[in-house]
């Protein structure tokens, strides 16, 4: 599975943002989606998932403001993000989860949100 994500760039605060997360190889497989951020001298952080019966989840920091979504039939998956932070500020990172004898996880190579003050 090979995931590549666009639409990271520069915001001021309080804007918006909306990443795309896009899915090729062997799709078939993908049970959950998921979105993480990582800023500089910080952990890598779930910021957003879903299921793939839709049910999503959300950290505390940015419930209200974003929204996970998918599109089975494009293999896409999408994070809406508003009212943006600049504590927002991070890599985000599209990760997959294939289901079978063993879990695997798959990573995007990353798109850089930055949201100015």
């Known amino acids: 599975v090979q995931l590549v994500e666009s639409g990271g760039g520069l915001v001021q605060a309080g804007g918006s943002l909306r990443l795309t997360c896009a899915a090729s190889?062997?799709?078939?497989?993908?049970?959950?989606l998921a979105w993480y951020r990582q800023a500089p001298g910080k952990e890598r952080e779930l910021v957003a998932a879903?299921?793939?019966?839709?049910?999503?989840w959300y950290p505390h920091s940015v419930k209200g403001r974003f929204t996970i979504s998918r599109e089975n039939a494009k293999n896409t998956v999408y994070l809406q993000m508003n009212s943006l932070k600049p504590e927002d500020t991070a890599a985000y990172y599209c990760?997959?989860?294939?289901?079978?004898?063993?879990?695997?996880?798959?990573w995007g190579q990353g798109t850089q949100v930055t949201v100015s003050s």
């Open positions: 990760n997959a989860e294939c289901g079978g004898p063993v879990i695997r996880d798959y």
């Open positions: 190889g062997d799709t078939s497989c993908i049970t959950g």
């Open positions: 879903i299921s793939s019966g839709g049910n999503t």
